[in-house]
């Protein structure tokens, strides 16, 4: 008889702390037995936490038999001025890398950074990211730079950001891959300060393909002149490699 009131069967959960450093650690095929519709367990992550860093671990095959998670590695609701670095995520079932503030989480979800991490064939079911960011209450101040995405389902996203409306989320110097027919960006509808700056797109089996406030735009040059996105100081950023 499996528990299912809640998602249970993660590799390593920080809660409820000031002060917080998991380094040099794996978890791998954790949640298996997740009975939960509600939510699912993460290799590696933090809740209601402050100064977290997660940094130079691995979390990999980590699954969900309910609707949600089951990823890598997470900085979720109340989490706080805290980092995930040098990390690798593979193969899980959600997204790499989560940054999420659920309704009624018991603080703010503010001043995050997610930086030179590699996920490699995460969001293997459902519609997640490699990295996916958002929530049902607002969150700010994330900064994502200096990651590598590599997704290879059509359900995948490189990345992925939703929910309510957040403030200050910045995208930049990342490389984003599809070798699968997947989208390469999500940007939910609401959102208003959101920005891609300096960022490498690759799809191998498919076009260029982001989905921005229900739009979809084919090319990245029509992308960044209906939007502003991958703009600076009236120039172009960003760039795509098409297929060969």
Same mark, same amino acid.
């Given at each position: 008889?499996?528990?299912?009131?809640?998602?249970?069967?993660?590799?390593i959960?920080?809660?409820?702390?000031?002060?917080?450093v998991?380094?040099?650690?794996?978890?791998?095929?954790?949640?298996?037995?997740?009975?939960?519709?509600?939510?699912?367990?993460?290799?590696?992550?933090?809740?209601?936490?402050?100064?977290?860093?997660?940094?130079?671990?691995?979390?990999?095959?980590?699954?969900t038999?309910?609707?949600?998670?089951?990823?890598?590695?997470?900085?979720?609701?109340?989490?706080?001025?805290?980092?995930?670095?040098?990390?690798l995520?593979?193969?899980?079932?959600?997204?790499?890398?989560?940054?999420?503030?659920?309704?009624?989480?018991?603080?703010?979800?503010?001043?995050i &950074?997610?930086?030179?991490?590699?996920?490699?064939?995460?969001?293997?079911?459902?519609?997640?990211?490699?990295?996916?960011?958002?929530?049902?209450?607002?969150?700010?101040?994330i900064?994502?730079?200096?990651?590598?995405?590599v997704?290879?389902?059509?359900?995948?996203?490189?990345?992925?950001?939703?929910?309510?409306?957040?403030?200050?989320?910045?995208?930049?110097?990342? &490389?984003?891959?599809?070798?699968?027919?997947?989208?390469?960006?999500e940007?939910?509808?609401?959102?208003k300060?959101?920005?891609?700056?300096?960022?490498?797109?690759?799809?191998r089996?498919?076009?260029?393909?982001?989905?921005?406030?229900?739009?979809?735009?084919?090319?990245?040059?029509?992308?960044?002149?209906?939007?502003?996105?991958?703009?600076?100081?009236?120039?172009?950023?960003? &760039?795509?490699?098409?297929?060969?």
């Open positions: 008889i499996f528990y299912t009131e809640k998602h249970s069967g993660s590799g959960l920080v809660e409820n702390t000031d002060g917080a998991i380094e040099r650690c794996v978890a791998h095929d954790n949640g298996g037995n997740n009975g939960s519709l509600a939510g699912g367990p993460v290799g590696i992550w933090a809740h209601n936490a402050n100064r977290v860093r997660i940094q130079s671990c691995v979390s990999y095959r980590n699954r038999k309910g609707s949600a998670d089951g990823g890598g590695f997470d900085l979720d609701g109340g989490v706080s001025n805290s980092v995930m670095q040098r990390n995520s593979y193969d899980n079932d959600g997204p790499g890398y989560l940054v999420w503030n659920y309704r009624y989480a018991p603080r703010a979800l503010q001043h &950074v997610v930086r030179d991490n590699i996920s490699s064939g995460d969001a293997r079911r459902h519609v997640y990211g490699g990295i996916h960011v958002g929530g049902d209450e607002p969150i700010r101040g900064e994502v730079y200096r990651n590598t995405v997704t290879n389902t059509a359900e995948a996203r490189a990345v992925w950001v939703g929910g309510v409306p957040h403030g200050r989320i910045r995208f930049w110097n990342n &490389v984003l891959l599809s070798s699968g027919p997947g989208v390469l960006v940007i939910s509808p609401g959102q300060d959101v920005v891609f700056l300096g960022n490498a797109y690759w799809s089996k498919g076009p260029f393909t982001v989905l921005d406030h229900g739009t979809a735009f084919a090319s990245l040059d029509l992308w960044r002149s209906l939007t502003g996105q991958e703009m600076w100081k009236g120039r172009p950023r960003g &760039v795509y490699a098409a297929r060969p």
